[in-house]
Nanobody, 113 residues
Framework: QVQPVESGGGLVEPGGSLRLSCVAS????????MGWFRQAPGKERELVAT???????NYADSVKGRFTIARDNAKKTVYLQMNSLKPEDTAVYYC???????WGQGTQVTVSS
């Protein structure tokens, strides 16, 4: 199996926090660039954050200062820490393995009171 597997989504109130996790497949995780995307109902999938093999990060303007992407090469896992969540962050969040060209199945994040 080459598909990454996400977890950690759920329902949270505005201003709350969630941490998403994505476990990648294969034995060469350390050289992979990884990313998080999201897709809200009726909208196109959009980039949220990326992290290179060297740890360089990139964020969408809409999440800068609130979200943090990080990686643990020993666990073959990439994380997305989401703070100060807003209703407009509601979406299905997908993990992207750029090296394998694969997507995870997605995890739902709902921000609502």
């Amino acid at each position: 199996q080459v598909q990454p597997v996400e977890s950690g989504g759920g329902l949270v109130e505005p201003g709350g926090s969630l941490r998403l996790s994505c476990v990648a497949s294969g034995s060469i995780f350390s050289i992979k660039s990884m990313g998080w995307f999201r897709q809200a109902p009726g909208k196109e999938r959009e980039l949220v954050a990326t992290i290179s093999s060297g740890g360089t990060t990139n964020y969408a303007d809409s999440v800068k200062g609130r979200f943090t992407i990080a990686r643990d090469n020993a666990k073959k896992t990439v994380y997305l820490q989401m703070n100060s969540l807003k209703p407009e962050d509601t979406a299905v969040y997908y993990c992207r393995d750029f090296y394998m060209g694969s997507w995870g199945q997605g995890t739902q994040v709902t921000v609502s009171s």
